[in-house]
């Protein structure tokens, strides 16, 4: 069943986006050659239960940490380590707060140091095919509208993109329905109505589609070990449009 959530349970959401959005913007700034992956995590924690917050994903399943961290060939759900960046890597970092009862979900892929124009531009794509996705989050679409959105956009480009992970209902659970893949035919599905929340989350590899998990039951890397991009909001559909729960604007000006 797909919740809806009503205006006053949408505001409370958009206040737990707003504690992921400034979390996530602070790793930005903090991600650079040298600092470990475990230093990240902790200055997330603090950031998120400053505000009162908790972080969403840790213990979620057995989740050791407030982020996943995954570099590079790590599409989702690497667990911050001792592992310091490097300049040419790139990480994606997938972050949760829980606030009141309601979840903000989002994450951001972030080059570090001079990282090749090939890979940057694999960033670029990825993050574009978001909002080509947020746009079609208008009432009267169908949810495989959104799916499409992603797909036209990213194949003409060549990469792979995941099909294994996908988008999300989001609320008072980290996982609601629907589920939102990313590939999908247009025009079907179930009608997009005011009050869903959905997180939206394009997986694009810049080789095979194809991964596989490791050996720590978490961590999610492309078959090929080539690098991978993750970008992902949380929204709300209304009669207005999409709102983007998880925006950064206000902390990123």
């Not at 903090?30 to 917050?53: F, Q, Y």
């Not at 989002?106 to 794509?125: C, F, Y």
């Not at 070990?225 to 950064?248: M, N, Q, V």
């Amino acid at each position: 069943m797909i919740i809806r959530k009503s205006p006053k349970e949408i505001v409370k959401m958009r206040a737990a986006g707003q504690v992921v959005a400034e979390t996530l913007t602070k790793v930005r700034k903090m991600a650079r050659p040298g600092v470990s992956l475990k230093e990240l995590d902790a200055m997330a924690e603090d950031n998120i239960r400053s505000h009162g917050a908790t972080p969403t994903f840790k213990g979620y399943r057995g989740f050791p940490a407030t982020l996943c961290t995954s570099v590079n060939e790590e599409v989702v759900h690497g667990i911050p380590s001792g592992r310091r960046l490097k300049s040419g890597d790139v990480i994606s970092v997938d972050c949760g707060a829980t606030l009141e009862g309601y979840i903000g979900d989002s994450a951001i892929t972030i080059p570090v140091g001079e990282v090749p124009e090939d890979i940057l531009h694999l960033l670029d794509v990825t993050e574009k095919s978001l909002y080509q996705a947020i746009d079609a989050c208008v009432v009267g679409n169908r949810l495989f509208d959104i799916s499409y959105a992603v797909q036209s956009y990213v194949e003409p480009h060549g990469y792979g993109l995941v099909r294994e992970y996908c988008g999300h209902g989001v609320g008072t659970k980290l996982h609601e329905q629907p589920q939102v893949p990313n590939l999908g035919r247009p025009h079907t599905g179930p009608r997009l109505k005011p009050g869903w929340c959905l997180a939206i989350e394009p997986m694009v590899n810049l080789g095979t589609h194809q991964v596989e998990t490791l050996e720590d039951e978490w961590t999610v890397v492309t078959r090929d070990r080539k690098p991978s991009a993750h970008f992902e909001h949380s929204i709300a559909i209304t009669e207005d449009g999409p709102i983007i729960l998880t925006d950064r604007s206000a902390f990123e000006a």
